[in-house]
């Protein structure tokens, strides 16, 4: 399913579920309140959870937002927010800032640095934005208001009335994006709970607020989802021939890793720049919408990674150009 129809999916189940009665509809997120409280009270207080739910505030911005996501953008419209000279300028001065701390998460963690500071830097611009919506309101919002994803953000409220015991953090003062991500590298509230690591050894695991800890955080993510130092992530394809065929392997759209490298290469579609790579290796074939045509690329096992803290592979891209700019850059210095 491509990302317009999976887009397009999300979007007809909001309005039917806006289109019915309102009666019908305060029942049934009555119904679910019950059943949250109900599931999650194995592991969070029950009061704590009536609490939550009491304090937390329905917000129609909240929707919007996640009505019209960036990742919905062509390739040719999405680059260009990320991939700017203020933002290197930004990242360069955070690897300097932080060069100690970036060396030592690479190494323990086998990640690229590179690829660590990017991630930093398109999420939060090093820590500048990182989000204005309650997490609390967020989290309560799509999760009883949102029903296309509303099983996966309850859930996500769930692991952040945890997160909120475990940290000792205040629930009412926290922000971060319309999806409840939060602090440098916006952690959902599970892989905050699951990734996140005190890196400064302050005896704290604090992303919202240490630079260092959200280095070290974002290593861990992308060591345990199975990233290795110095491979390939991905290669741009040529289509060969005056009248370009349509390649023989399905595009990829977020499933697992499937196909291997020999099924998606061709005599129609070759590597750009000649590379020895092993063919049995499992690879994706990446689409990027330019203005009057389509590349192709060539995505490797360290580009599913980079799908696991996003999944769109827009961003995947977006943060590899960003990282292979820095790189460039911090060693021309």
């Known amino acids: 399913m491509s990302k317009f129809l999976i887009l397009s999916s999300a979007l007809l189940g909001t309005v039917l579920w806006l289109a019915a009665p309102a009666h019908a509809e305060s029942q049934s997120i009555e119904v679910l309140k019950k059943q949250f409280v109900r599931t999650t009270s194995t592991t969070v207080d029950p009061e704590k959870i009536k609490d939550a739910l009491e304090k937390a505030q329905y917000s129609q911005a909240i929707i919007d937002s996640i009505s019209k996501p960036w990742e919905a953008k062509p390739w040719h419209q999405y680059h260009p927010i990320f991939l700017t000279d203020k933002r290197l300028a930004a990242g360069l001065e955070f690897w300097d800032t932080h060069h100690q701390a970036i060396t030592n998460a690479s ?179 990446i689409a990027l919408e330019q203005k009057h045509k389509t590349d192709y690329w060539l995505g490797l096992k360290n580009f599913y990674v980079i799908t696991r803290y996003n999944h769109s592979p827009l961003y995947a891209m977006a943060a590899l150009q960003f990282s292979q700019q820095l790189k460039r850059a911090y060693h021309a210095q």
Not at 206 to 228: E, Q, T
Not at 279 to 285: A, E, F, P, R, S
Request: aromatic letters at 12%.
């Open 107 to 285: 190494k323990q963690y086998n990640v690229d640095p590179e690829i660590i500071v990017a991630i930093i830097g398109i999420e939060t611009f090093y820590g500048q934005y990182k989000g204005k919506h309650k997490v609390l309101d967020a989290l309560y919002t799509l999760g009883f208001y949102y029903p296309p994803r509303a099983k996966f953000f309850r859930s996500e409220l769930a692991e952040f009335l945890k997160l909120v015991d475990e940290e000792q953090l205040n629930m009412e003062e926290l922000k971060g994006s319309y999806a409840g991500a939060m602090g440098y590298g916006q952690f959902i509230s599970s892989s905050y709970r699951h990734y996140a690591v005190d890196f400064d050894g302050d005896g704290k695991r604090d992303i919202l607020n240490s630079p260092v800890d959200a280095i070290g955080s974002v290593a861990n993510y992308f060591h345990r989802h199975g990233w290795k130092m110095g491979e390939a992530v991905a290669l741009p394809l040529e289509q060969i021939g005056s009248t370009p065929e349509k390649p023989k392997t399905k595009v990829w759209s977020g499933e697992r890793l499937h196909y291997r490298v020999s099924d998606i290469l061709s005599p129609q579609l070759s590597l750009a720049k000649a590379k020895d790579i092993d063919i049995n290796q499992k690879g994706m074939l």
